[in-house]
Every structure is written in C-alpha cells, then in structure tokens.
C-alpha cells in the first residue's frame, strides 16, 4: 500500500453494526416474501437506487414500495422494518475515529437515504448524548445528497473532486466487495473489511 493521506470510511458493516436478514426478516413478517430480490448488500432495484440518490421522496418511496410489493402496510410499518438492519456504534469504533483523524484526513462514504439517516443520528444520539456524529469527519457524504451511490465509479470520482483529493493517496474502506471493486475502478487504494474484522484493528 503507498503513502495515504486521506481515508474514506463507509458507514455500515464498519462503522455502524449492519443486520440485512433483520429487515428481510421483518418485511417476510409483513408478507413481502421477495424483500432481498429487491435490496440487498450487494445489489439495489431501481427503486431504492432512486431512495438512496435522493432522487424520490419517503413519501412517493412508499407509495411506489406497495405497489412493488402488491400490499397494504402503512408507512410506519415500512418504516420500522426497514430501519431493522441498524444496530449500534460500537465503542471501540468511537474511541478509533477520535484517533484516527489525528493521523488522516478522514471522510465517510455511505449508501443511505434520509429514512436511515434519521434513524441512525438517533441511535447516536442516544449512545452518545452527542448531536452529529458527521462531526468526527472533514466531510461525511451520504449517497442522497451526493446524488450518486456505490459501486458506480463515478459516485467515488465525484467525491473526490469535490473534496480535491488525489486517488493515489486515498484509502477506501468497506465491507462490500462490490463497492470495493468501484472504489478500485476509480483509483483508490482500498481495504476491503471482512466479516471477522474490525476497523480499529486494521493498524491505521
């Protein structure tokens, strides 16, 4: 790995704990049998690329999910099964960022929408009694307001030029080894997190 400057952090799976099966699991509660056709780690139907580009609004995202799913759930019940996935901030994850970005210029890259957004601020919150967690970054990026997500590799070159950051000099992390894939098509240098790391262990 060369000199690094700089490190892009993605949100969840390495920052924030991240269940999938939670929120499959609560919309087969609700009878939507085929939610991980739909959304999953690793790949987004059309409709939640628009929710996570900002491109659609929480209201029309629901209204256009019921009709997906050929059903009749309020958006309150939506709501809570699609926030199941979210977990908690570790400690450790907390007491690493506070050191890190004494070493690097640090930044976050996540996959998300205003739904989840607002959820996890809470659960920060709530850990926390601290008010913005983007604190801890130069910038924190979020693919609904960037207009752009992983693993395209434009959403990574987008970012970079924003933030006038050369390639060659910037660690990507993530859990997913597609957006790692992106991440690398667009000249980052990448660590690809694994299930049985954490990211305050990788030696930074």
């Given at each position: 790995?060369?000199?690094?400057?700089?490190?892009?952090?993605?949100?969840?799976?390495?920052?924030?704990?991240?269940?999938?099966?939670?929120?499959?699991?609560?919309?087969?509660d609700l009878?939507?049998?085929?939610?991980?056709?739909?959304?999953?780690?690793?790949?987004?139907?059309?409709?939640?690329?628009?929710?996570?580009?900002?491109?659609?609004?929480?209201?029309?995202?629901?209204?256009?999910?019921?009709?997906?799913?050929?059903?009749?759930?309020?958006?309150?019940?939506?709501?809570?099964?699609?926030?199941?996935?979210?977990?908690?901030?570790?400690?450790?994850?907390?007491?690493?960022?506070?050191?890190?970005?004494?070493?690097?210029?640090?930044?976050?890259?996540?996959?998300?929408?205003?739904?989840?957004?607002?959820?996890?601020?809470?659960?920060?919150?709530?850990?926390t009694g601290l008010k913005?967690?983007?604190?801890?970054?130069?910038?924190?990026?979020?693919?609904?307001?960037?207009?752009?997500?992983?693993?395209?590799?434009?959403?990574?070159?987008?970012?970079?030029?924003?933030?006038?950051?050369?390639?060659?000099?910037?660690?990507?992390?993530?859990?997913?080894?597609?957006?790692?894939?992106?991440?690398?098509?667009?000249?980052?240098?990448?660590?690809?997190?694994?299930?049985?790391?954490?990211?305050?262990?990788?030696?930074?």
């Amino acid at each position: 790995m060369q000199s690094i400057k700089n490190i892009i952090f993605d949100l969840g799976g390495v920052l924030l704990t991240l269940n999938y099966n939670r929120t499959e699991t609560a919309f087969i509660d609700l009878g939507v049998y085929h939610f991980a056709q739909l959304y999953n780690q690793q790949k987004a139907s059309p409709l939640f690329e628009q929710l996570e580009m900002g491109e659609i609004s929480n209201h029309d995202f629901f209204e256009a999910f019921r009709k997906v799913g050929n059903m009749n759930l309020s958006d309150q019940q939506m709501e809570q099964a699609w926030c199941a996935m979210l977990g908690h901030f570790p400690a450790e994850v907390l007491t690493f960022l506070a050191e890190v970005k004494n070493r690097y210029n640090i930044y976050l890259f996540s996959n998300t929408n205003r739904i989840h957004h607002s959820a996890f601020i809470k659960i920060y919150e709530q850990q926390t009694g601290l008010k913005n967690f983007d604190d801890f970054f130069i910038k924190a990026w979020y693919s609904h307001n960037l207009g752009s997500r992983k693993p395209y590799p434009k959403a990574y070159t987008k970012l970079l030029q924003l933030e006038n950051l050369q390639a060659s000099e910037t660690l990507f992390i993530d859990d997913s080894k597609v957006n790692i894939d992106g991440a690398e098509a667009a000249g980052l240098q990448t660590i690809w997190l694994q299930t049985s790391q954490n990211v305050w262990q990788l030696g930074l």
